[in-house]
């Protein structure tokens, strides 16, 4: 399938590598939560993904959680999204509401962090419309993610979606620009996407070696 007529795909590359400003830009680790938020978390995405996972056991675990005030409003709504995304779940309609309570919950928050924190529900909102197969829905929310806060997860999905619609040249062209477009921190990230994701595997052959890949930009860390 190609891109429809309405869609002009020079104009959105464009948008995706034209709103960089190398040194001002914010990257999600900014503000990023606790340590026991960030461990918690890890905990729970690694039980969903555990042979026989009760689903249901772990939403409830998740509410607790929030309830307890172990982890904030956004996190809770962050981890049920993640629960109902995965492949053992497919729950679309209860993801599609828990971004709803993600987007609500960074709203009320606001502060300095609010574009990046709108960045992620933009990337999830995404994410939703890959899984339902709406690439082309995807392929807009993902570049309004890239425009608001650049971050890798959100230039991977850009490339699978790319490849989902056949345009394998375009996904090239725009790997091949990411180290001058957005560092080469950045790069190297969504470098290591490709190389553990199977929706990116016809990048490979793009890589560089480990050896030659360019040192991080100190100016992301």
């Not at 040194?23 to 340590?35: L, Q």
Request: hydrophobic share 45%; net charge negative.
């Amino acid at each position: 399938m190609r891109l429809a007529k309405a869609m002009d795909l020079d104009a959105i590359l464009g948008r995706v590598l034209g709103r960089v400003e190398r040194k001002a830009f914010v990257t999600p680790t900014d503000g990023i939560d606790d340590a026991t938020e960030r461990q918690v978390s890890g905990e729970v995405l690694r039980q969903v993904g555990a042979p026989g996972a009760d689903v249901d056991a772990l939403r409830e675990q998740v509410r607790q959680l929030r309830s307890d005030g172990t982890i904030t409003p956004r996190r809770e709504a962050i981890l049920l999204l993640s629960i109902a995304a995965h492949p053992a779940v497919a729950d679309y309609a209860a993801m599609a509401r828990s971004i709803a309570d993600e987007e609500y919950a960074v709203l009320a928050e606001g502060g300095p962090h609010l574009a990046s924190r709108r960045a992620v529900v933009l990337h999830h909102r995404a994410v939703l419309a890959f899984l339902m197969h709406r690439y082309e829905v995807a392929l807009d929310l993902e570049t309004r993610s890239v425009e608001l806060a650049p971050w890798p997860d959100s230039l991977a999905n850009i490339l699978a979606v790319l490849l989902r619609l056949g345009e394998e040249g375009r996904a090239r062209d725009l790997l091949a620009q990411m180290p001058n477009g957005f560092g080469n921190s950045m790069a190297q990230s969504v470098h290591d996407f490709i190389r553990n994701d199977p929706d990116l595997e016809l990048l490979r052959d793009a890589l560089p070696s480990p050896s030659e890949e360019a040192p991080c930009d100190t100016l992301l860390h």
